[in-house]
């Protein structure tokens, strides 16, 4: 059975990072690290008694990182106060010390750095990001002991995930079923009715490996075991009993992966400029809808949209205005677009709709309200803000039509509409 849902992510998730630590130069540059290259706000504080006040006086912090030598603390009293509120903690010390560092981990201190180390200020901003974007994912635990399960969640829970635990196969794959935010997957072998490795292979069919990150768990000793759970789509392996730093590594290592295929993917399908999906990826996913809605019987309509007297704009205003007036019209486009609809940048100041479902007048009501809001924009430049409008050619497919005929056709029309006088659209011949 599923026993825990996943948390609800907040609208606005709390952003305020507490630095203490009394030297100056560390604080600097720290800050400014992770102000600059991942735009969160860092409060300051150099003994226990100002971190203390600072919070006292706010209560969105996300994370605090802190030293232990301080005027007026003991180190247990520093790492007391901060866990005793709730926070999120990570020590940064220059005194490397085996059996206090082992305390604090068992305390459920997120990490202890020695800020020392050459690239320490790297991996410490690589550590905060990677809390941060924890907070937004989910992950599934999967174990048919409520012990160790509980173990695996408490760890992800520290640093930072949204947990959903699972106590046998069916229950698993039940949830991965309708929690499209699950990214990451714990499983462990040894369980009654369908192993680990079975379920590996029966989630690879419902989630690709860029979609989620597989890591299966044992504490038998059989070495194929590790073979069989990569062959059956895990992307790692851990073998208990592992040490908490082991299991962040691991989890972040593949967590990180996912995040770096997400975002080769999106330079590769989207356009750079205006973060619309690009030409290819549009004609890749028309190239299945097309005869989908076909066979189905449902109507669809394909569109070509283009933004009035562009090259007005660009030497008249500016090439750097033209850019924020592709970006204020994707944006209305991405706001207009239904869920099903299949929005692009063609190229220029061209872009592409197909949109489903909407035939005679519901489709000439909904560009003609696209075409408004276009109308209507004031996009703000250095010399005031930029009006402008747009043309819009719709084609609405017939029986035999396919992507290529549907495209040529709204391309005409959006001629004609460019003949006709801009600002308009032409939704027939």
């Not at 489903?356 to 560009?367: E, I, N, V």
Request: hydrophobic fraction near 45%.
């Amino acid at each position: 059975m599923t026993l825990l849902e996943p948390i609800v992510p907040a609208t606005i998730l709390p952003q305020r990072v507490l630095l203490l630590e009394n030297s100056r130069a560390y604080v600097r540059a720290v800050a400014q690290a992770i102000e600059h290259k991942l735009e969160l706000p860092v409060a300051t504080a150099s003994s226990l008694a100002e971190a203390r006040a600072l919070l006292d006086r706010h209560d969105d912090w996300f994370l605090a990182l802190t030293g232990l030598v301080l005027a007026d603390g003991h180190r247990d009293d520093v790492v007391n106060c901060l866990l005793g509120r709730g926070l999120s903690t990570v020590v940064v010390t220059g005194v490397y010390d085996e059996g206090l560092r082992q305390r604090l981990l068992r305390r459920r201190v997120i990490d202890f750095v020695l800020k020392d180390n050459p690239g320490s200020l790297d991996y410490i901003v690589w550590l905060v990001k990677r809390l941060d974007r924890n907070r937004r994912i989910s992950a599934l635990v999967v174990d048919d002991s409520a012990s160790a399960r509980a173990h695996t969640a408490s760890l992800l829970q520290t640093y930072g995930y949204r947990v959903v635990q699972a106590g046998d196969g069916a229950a698993a794959l039940r949830v991965i079923e309708r929690d499209s935010t699950i990214r990451l997957a714990m499983v462990d072998d040894a369980m009654p009715g369908m192993h680990g490795v079975e379920l590996t292979r029966r989630l690879r069919a419902l989630r690709p490996r860029d979609r989620v990150a597989v890591i299966g768990v044992s504490g038998r000793d059989d070495s194929d075991l590790v073979a069989r759970f990569l062959k059956s789509g895990a992307n790692d392996f851990l073998r208990k009993p592992y040490s908490r730093e082991e299991f962040f590594c691991r989890v972040s290592q593949n967590v990180d992966q996912l995040e770096l295929i997400g975002s080769l993917q999106d330079l590769a399908t989207r356009d750079f400029l205006t973060g619309l999906p690009n030409r290819r990826h549009f004609l890749e996913q028309a190239e299945r809808m097309v005869p989908r809605m076909r066979e189905a019987g449902r109507p669809l309509a394909a569109a070509i949209l283009d933004v009035d007297h562009f090259k007005r704009i660009n030497d008249g205003w500016g090439h750097e205005a033209g850019d924020h007036a592709l970006r204020a019209v994707a944006a209305e486009l991405s706001t207009h677009a239904r869920p099903g609809d299949l929005v692009a940048r063609f190229g220029g100041e061209e872009f592409c709709l197909l949109v489903p479902d909407l035939a005679d007048g519901p489709l000439l009501d909904y560009f003609e309200a696209l075409r408004r809001r276009i109308e209507d924009l004031d996009v703000p430049s250095p010399n005031g803000f930029l009006r402008m409008t747009a043309s819009i050619g719709v084609r609405t497919a017939g029986a035999n039509d396919d992507l290529h005929r549907l495209l040529a056709d709204a391309d005409r029309r959006l001629y004609l509409a460019k003949a006709g006088g801009r600002n308009r659209v032409v939704a027939a011949g």
